[in-house]
């Protein structure tokens, strides 16, 4: 069942946040959580699940909608028109930031350095165009004025880590509502580390015994243990601000996994081409192979390495990648409407990769 959300649980858990966070409603309902049953049957497991924050909004899912309730809201409640984002050229927050300023009659504009080039990149790019970026690409092509919000990378600071605060007290509440068993292992991808970083404080905050896996998918000097122990106290602090008083929390829970990562960021591995396929094969979901393919290939390898421990456990594939199809829109946009400094995307051969 997928419960209506009228104001985060946070501001139930935390009263006194209320009216003092900003906030407003972009993720209507609960995301599910769904039994992968086929896919138990292959494994010889009993308990495996997906978090569905590939549907957090109608309008574009994926990890960003949850971040992105408190940082528009802290963009409009200072009458900021336009909201400057900054990420690869095949960035999901940078789509996700078009797509909820058409939705908000704001301006996005994005600052974009180079990544490998994949048939998920240039969607993304055609996405960015439909809905009017304003585009500074290459990354030293930055806007010379500053009557615009920025919107941290990932939307990764504080108060975006918030939303995923509140997604692991929504999990709670599945858990109590007889959903889902409580998990014993959450898989989740870590770049800007925002997502893991509110899971990880989230799932203290909550009460469950949950361990979180978090699968580096980025460049080490920015993604690692660290920087998500960093983010979760930084949080603890910016809540505290507030008034509260939530105890500094330890991080036993926090398993760092690097080994699924590869050669480079976005060029997938073969474990993460098999587990895109597995996935799809088996339960009909679509991964893409920069974070989420990633992500599902450390899990396969955990349950393949721990199978007779884990049999009866309850595993968790967090789903951060958005599933709105937007085939019908990608069709429409033509390339050459990009800056001309991009069209080498749309130019050189793409890798073949068989998903
Ligand atoms: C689909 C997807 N999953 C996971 C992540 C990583 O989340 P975070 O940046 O919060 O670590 C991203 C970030 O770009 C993403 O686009």
């Known amino acids: 069942m ?10 139930e858990k935390y009263p006194d946040l209320e009216g003092k966070i900003p906030w407003m409603k972009l993720v209507p309902t609960q995301t599910p959580v ?12 009993n308990s495996l699940w997906v978090k569905c924050d590939d549907i957090t909004s109608p309008l574009y899912g994926g990890n ?16 900021y028109k336009k909201i400057l984002t900054a990420g690869t050229i095949g960035s999901n927050q940078c789509v996700a930031n078009a797509i909820f300023c058409d939705q908000l009659k704001l301006k996005p504009v994005a600052v974009m350095m ?24 290459p ?8 009557d615009f919000y920025y919107m941290v990378v990932g939307c990764s600071n504080p108060l975006g880590t918030l939303g995923y605060i509140d997604a692991a007290f929504e999990l709670k509440n599945q858990v109590d509502n007889g959903e889902i068993p409580e998990p014993d292992y959450i898989f989740v991808p870590t770049a800007s580390a925002g997502t893991a970083a509110g899971l990880t404080l989230g799932i203290k905050l909550a009460g469950l015994k949950t361990n979180i896996h978090a699968i ?13 122990r960093r983010l979760s106290n930084r949080t603890i602090k910016y809540i505290n ?19 699924y990562y590869g050669i480079d960021y976005g060029i997938p591995t073969p474990e993460c081409i098999e587990a895109i396929k597995i996935l799809k094969n088996g ?32 595993i968790i594939f967090w789903n951060t990648f958005n599933s709105r199809d937007f085939t019908d829109i990608i069709k429409q946009v033509d390339y050459h409407d990009l800056p001309k400094e991009l069209h080498w995307v749309f130019e050189e051969p793409l890798p073949d990769y068989r998903f």
């Open 2 to 11: 997928s419960e209506t959300r009228s104001k985060p649980l946070l501001f």
């Open 34 to 45: 769904k039994k992968l049953t086929k896919l138990e049957d292959k494994l010889g497991i």
């Open 64 to 79: 960003k909608s949850r971040k992105m309730e408190f940082i528009y809201a802290d963009a409009l409640n200072q009458n």
């Open 114 to 137: 180079d990544q490998p080039v994949s048939t998920f990149v240039r969607d993304n790019l055609l996405l960015d165009l439909y809905y009017k970026t304003e585009f500074y690409y």
């Open 139 to 146: 990354i030293n092509a930055i806007p010379k004025t500053d």
């Open 216 to 228: 580096q998918v980025s460049y080490s000097r920015d993604c690692n243990f660290r920087a998500i």
């Open 241 to 259: 601000s507030f008034g509260n008083t939530i105890s500094d929390i330890t991080f036993e829970h926090l398993h760092y996994n690097e080994e």
């Open 283 to 314: 339960e009909d979901i679509i991964l893409e192979p920069t974070y989420s393919g990633k992500t599902f290939a450390a899990l396969l390898g955990f349950v393949h390495k721990n199978k007779p421990n884990i049999k009866n456990k309850t």
